[in-house]
């Protein structure tokens, strides 16, 4: 009896542990789903944009992470956050699916 229930509570750990894991990958898909579905968009700054409104707060969201890197990312190196944001924005364009709607600077939507 004492082994089952400590096997059921290794298995509780290891999938509590593997949650988190899971759903990165999960959320990143989900991600790029909406960006090929033209529902999210990039902007030129490197932060997201919700095209579809009911998105908006995981938009909110996901800006916010991407917020604390660049700031660290801007500190670390001395430069402005719009320029880490640039950077940032360069690489989001060469990873995001085919469908992908960006903002650039003037205001116009290019799809990749």
Not at 12 to 29: E, Y
Not at 69 to 77: M, P, Q
């Amino acid at each position: 009896m004492t082994r089952r229930w400590f096997s059921l509570l290794s298995l509780l750990m290891a999938a509590t542990l593997a949650l988190p894991l899971l759903a990165g990958p999960a959320a990143a898909q989900s991600l790029d789903d909406l960006r090929a579905a033209g529902k999210i968009g990039e902007r030129y700054d490197g932060f997201a944009v919700a095209r579809d409104s009911n998105l908006k707060d995981m938009v909110v969201e996901i800006n916010a992470k991407r917020r604390e890197i660049y700031e660290k990312e801007a500190a670390k190196l001395g430069v402005s956050l719009g320029e880490v944001g640039k950077v940032y924005a360069a690489k989001i364009v060469k990873q995001v699916p085919d469908g992908t709607w960006f903002l650039t600077a003037d205001g116009d939507w290019l799809q990749k």
